[in-house]
């Protein structure tokens, strides 16, 4: 009886162990998998903010040759009316 007593706890020890093994090598599979996943999704929200970077300067530096032609419109503008003025006054 102690001799199939013994047996069955060898058994059971050995199977804990080779699933104790299997359950490692999941967990260590997993564990490279979710490195993988966090690794990509930071590449990803790197090109992300790197794409809205580019955009954001395209939309600043649009709005600024906006600006500035609107500027030179409406100095053109005003210098035209101090000339019409100036000649005005000369007549």
Not at 10 to 17: D, I, N, Y
Not at 64 to 76: I, K, L, M
Request: aromatic residues 0%; glycine residues 8%.
């Amino acid at each position: 009886m102690k001799k199939i007593a013994l047996s069955l706890a060898m058994v059971a020890a050995l199977g804990l162990t080779a699933c104790s093994e299997a359950t490692e090598e999941n967990a260590e599979a997993t564990a490279e998998s979710a490195g993988a996943d966090v690794e990509a999704t930071a590449e990803d929200v790197g090109m992300a903010t790197e794409a809205a970077v580019d955009e954001t300067g395209a939309a600043v530096e649009g709005a600024a040759a906006e600006a500035g032609a609107e500027v030179d419109a409406a100095t053109a503008e005003v210098g035209a009316e101090v000339e019409e003025a100036g000649q005005e006054m000369q007549q």
